[in-house]
């Protein structure tokens, strides 16, 4: 069973500094996703990764996938308040399913 | 393009009832996926459908069922509630007929079983 490990769990950031998520995953994969969930809300599509060595990036976040490590990290540059939400890793595993990390709770303070 | 839609947003039944959610997704997806989100489990799969058949189903118990109609909306009914069936149920749609298979989440039905 695909196994996908979130850390860290919560992650107090401090506005203008710069952090990272990081995404592990058991079985080899096609496809990774990060989501960002704002309290109360449903998910909101943030990256789609393909293939090794993928980046892509959107404002103050970058994702990044090494598929030979199975690894996925989520980068944020010079965090900002409304950064503050709760960020997920899912992995497709070719089996019409997406198996999702536990989630980090990002809090931005000034 | 209207997003991914689910009825109803809240809903609130007792323990032994039975409930039936609905999804609506965009238009143009086939793929339908359901998932459960709990502050103790994270988010859990539920099933998937594509062209009203059932392609993978999750680690849940019998009480748990979905179905898919020819325009793609989907259904899921969970029988005998169980205190622990209190959840998020978030319905995901997809074109699935791409590379990106990008999955996008309607905005969750709340349930409450007291």
């Known amino acids: 069973e695909l196994k996908v490990e979130q850390n860290p769990l919560f992650l107090s950031m401090q506005e203008g500094k710069n952090y990272t998520i990081y995404c592990n995953y058991s079985?080899?994969?096609?496809?990774l996703y990060w989501y960002r969930q704002d309290p109360g809300k449903s998910l909101e599509s943030l990256f789609v990764?393909?293939?090794?060595?993928a980046v892509k990036q959107e404002g103050r976040l970058m994702a990044s996938l090494d598929t030979k490590a199975r690894l996925s990290t989520l980068h944020i540059t010079a965090a900002v308040h409304d950064l503050s939400a709760t960020y997920f890793c899912?992995?497709?595993?070719?089996?019409?399913?997406?198996?999702f990390g536990a989630g980090t709770t990002v809090t931005v303070r000034a | 393009k209207a997003g991914v839609t689910q009825t109803p947003r809240y809903l609130i039944k007792t323990r032994g009832q039975q409930v039936t959610l609905s999804c609506s997704p965009i238009?143009?997806?086939?793929?339908v996926s359901w998932y459960q989100q709990t502050p103790g489990q994270g988010l859990q799969f539920l099933f998937e459908?594509?062209?009203?058949?059932?392609?993978n189903k999750g680690n849940f118990p019998g009480r748990f069922s979905g179905r898919q109609f020819s325009n793609s909306r989907s259904e899921m009914n969970v029988s005998t509630l169980e205190l622990g069936d209190s959840a998020l149920y978030l319905c995901?749609?997809?074109?699935?007929?791409?590379?990106?298979?990008?999955?996008?989440f309607g905005p969750g039905t709340r349930l409450t079983v007291l």
């Open positions: 995901a749609s997809s074109y699935d007929q791409d590379i990106y298979n990008e999955q996008f």
């Open positions: 990764l393909l293939s090794n060595g």
């Open positions: 238009s143009g997806h086939r793929s």
């Open positions: 899912a992995v497709d595993g070719n089996d019409y399913k997406l198996s």
């Open positions: 079985t080899t994969s096609d496809r």
């Open positions: 459908y594509f062209s009203e058949t059932q392609r």
